[in-house]
């Protein structure tokens, strides 16, 4: 992308408001029936950052989004976005923030530059604006060659991004990203994520919730994880992987076969948590404390004699970091899953 094509869709940060919190939630509740879909959550997003918002299916994630977009009522709480309450101020928030949801919404009948140009003459900016516009935006993206094609024949990525790029029509001081990258290919999943990092750059805070731990290690700078309708964990990802513990020893088996056998002998062993792992070949321990050198090498011989005394073959043993996978796992008791049905919602 070019710097041009990047500034027509950036801002200056020095434009918003100094000093405010991007999103400032307190003691937020939302109840559907006997559900309590939100618990009291408190939460606060500063501006200029990529924040991302985690938990399992019907965690709560859906229900908060619709409130800090102003499209459904809390019970309880409050909440306000960009210093504005999201129940007395709920146009002033409208004005200043863009959603995009799971699904492209699009007119597929359309060209990519008539979708552009229609949405900004919804938001009232003049024809040339409009034209000026969408063709900053569709070379900001890359789009330029499918301008004038019907995106009913855009591949899931070049509809993804022109989506994004929709929601960029009028520069937003707050994005929502939903889901950005359900479905995509790991070519276009990395696009997307280059989009999503030059947006924040130019001074858009960016609401992320995916159901892709990757993509909240690869930019989140802030994460915030959800469960039953708390936050149950807030921090940094390097912060997020330390609650777990110290490290994780990865045990990669010869046979499958062997790998209830092999969990049933590391648990055992005198280390942390024993997990299987989504390679079905491989366990996991992550290490509960603190370990040097020479406590990790009495670990993996410990490990490898009472494998070997099973006859249960090893073909590789290492040591890492806690991923972002485990430190969810660990955290929520549920692995990560697709959010696109919300039971709270």
């Known amino acids: 992308m070019s710097q041009q ?12 408001d100094s000093g405010q919190a991007a999103i400032e939630v307190r003691g937020l509740v939302k109840v559907y029936g006997e559900n309590r879909a939100l618990d009291g959550i408190d939460l606060t997003v500063r501006r200029d950052q990529v924040f991302g918002f985690l938990g399992p299916n019907g965690a709560g994630k859906t229900t908060m989004i619709r409130i800090l977009t102003t499209l459904t009522r809390p019970d ?4 306000r976005v960009l210093g504005h309450d999201v129940i007395s101020e709920r146009n002033a928030i409208r004005a200043r923030v863009a959603v995009t949801g799971q699904f492209a919404a699009l007119d597929e009948d359309l060209t990519g530059h008539e979708n552009l140009i229609i ?13 000026h516009r969408a063709d900053d935006l569709l ?7 499918a301008a004038g094609r019907p995106v009913g024949g855009y591949s899931g990525g070049m509809r993804r991004r022109l989506d994004i790029a929709a929601s960029l029509i009028v520069t937003p001081d707050l994005l929502f990203l939903d889901e950005p990258t359900t479905g995509l290919d790991p070519r276009s999943r990395s ?3 280059e989009l999503v990092r030059r947006i924040a750059a130019a001074g858009t805070t960016v609401l992320l919730t995916t159901q892709y731990l990757e993509e909240a290690d690869q930019l989140a ?5 959800m469960d039953n309708g708390r936050i149950v964990a807030e921090g940094t990802s390097a912060q997020l992987k330390s609650r777990v513990g ?13 790998r209830r056998q092999a969990q049933q002998i590391l648990a055992g062993v005198p280390a942390g948590t024993v997990r299987p792992a989504a390679d079905p070949l491989t366990l996991s321990v992550l290490l509960a404390t603190p370990a040097d050198a020479a406590d990790v090498g009495r670990l993996v011989g410990h490990a490898l004699t009472r494998l070997a005394e099973a006859r249960v073959g090893v073909a590789e043993i290492a040591l890492g970091q806690p991923s972002l996978d485990e430190a969810f796992l660990a955290l929520t008791g549920h692995p990560a ?3 696109q049905e919300d039971a709270d919602a």
């Not at 094509?5 to 918003?16: H, L």
């Not at 949405?119 to 034209?131: F, I, K, T």
């Not at 110290?246 to 062997?258: A, I, K, N």
Request: contains cysteine; glycine residues 12%; negative net charge.
């Open 5 to 16: 094509a990047d500034d027509s869709y950036g801002m200056s940060k020095n434009s918003m």
């Open 191 to 193: 696009r997307v994520w």
């Open 337 to 339: 899953a697709d959010d």
């Open 76 to 79: 309880g709480g409050t909440a």
């Open 119 to 131: 949405l900004g003459r919804l938001h009232g900016l003049s024809r040339a604006v409009c034209e």
């Open 246 to 258: 110290s490290g994780t020893l990865h045990v990669r088996l010869v046979d499958g076969e062997q």
């Open 221 to 225: 700078e802030q994460i915030a994880v």
């Open 139 to 145: 070379a900001a993206f890359d789009l330029t060659p």
